[in-house]
């Protein structure tokens, strides 16, 4: 939900880019501010607290990457990140670092302030009793997530996606269930993005957390 206390910082070094996107969310109901390098940013973030960061890639000072590095090693902050290449390295290193979704220039006003609304849905879930599934213990409440009895940094999208897989028990979960689950996407549309997740997870938990079933999608692993 939507508030007026609800405040993006657009971290984007061209003007006009800038501008467009931070109108476009003040008139979606979004407070907005604009850093235009990456130091600044990451200031910006320690004193404005913002609820959601939209992060360019390619920026002057320190680059995008280094930007999501920093903040989220200060505080869990739903980042969705930009770049003018479509290259999936770029998609990985991304999501390895923290982001929780991922545009490729040029894009519509339109697509982006429904990838912050459904970024910012995910990042408020908060329901359900803890879960303990093998050496992991997934916290809804507290959106933590333990392996071993040792706290593993989630982005709020990585969190979702493993506590959609861990709640769904031994049932195998389509590409096009998980996208409307986690993302909220229901066209069926974004497949790359949920296996781009998915091996970042399994990155940070270990490849036994997820179990990949050819041709039908994926399900949790019970990792022992």
């Known amino acids: 939900m939507v508030t007026t206390s609800t405040h993006i910082l657009v971290v984007e070094d061209e003007p006009i880019i800038a501008d ?3 109108d476009r969310l003040r008139s979606e109901g979004f407070e907005a501010t604009i850093a235009s390098d990456g130091l600044v940013a990451v200031e910006q973030c320690m004193t404005l607290r913002p609820d ?3 992060l360019d890639l390619n920026l002057p000072g320190i680059d995008g990457l280094e930007v999501c590095r920093r903040i989220q090693a200060t505080r869990r902050i739903p980042v969705v990140m930009v770049t003018a290449r479509d290259d ?3 998609m990985l290193v991304g999501l390895g670092v923290g982001a ?6 040029p894009f519509s006003p339109r697509e982006l302030v429904a990838r912050v609304k459904a970024v910012l849905r995910r990042a408020e879930a ?5 879960l303990d599934r093998g050496s992991l213990t997934i916290d809804p409440a507290g959106r933590i997530v333990c392996r071993d009895g040792e706290e593993v940094h989630l982005t709020p999208t990585e969190f979702d996606l493993i506590r959609v897989l861990a709640e769904a028990g031994n049932a195998v979960l389509s590409r096009e269930q998980m996208l409307a689950m986690v993302w909220g996407y229901r066209d069926g549309s ?4 949920v296996d781009s997740h998915v091996r970042s997870v399994r990155r940070k938990l270990g490849d ?3 179990r990949t079933v050819h041709g039908v999608g994926y399900a949790f692993g019970d990792p022992t």
């Open 20 to 22: 467009a996107v931070a």
């Open 52 to 54: 959601l960061v939209i």
């Open 88 to 90: 999936e390295t770029d």
């Open 100 to 105: 929780d979704d991922y545009l490729t220039k």
């Open 126 to 130: 908060n329901a359900g009793a803890s």
């Open 190 to 193: 974004g497949a790359r993005t």
């Open 208 to 210: 036994d957390t997820i």
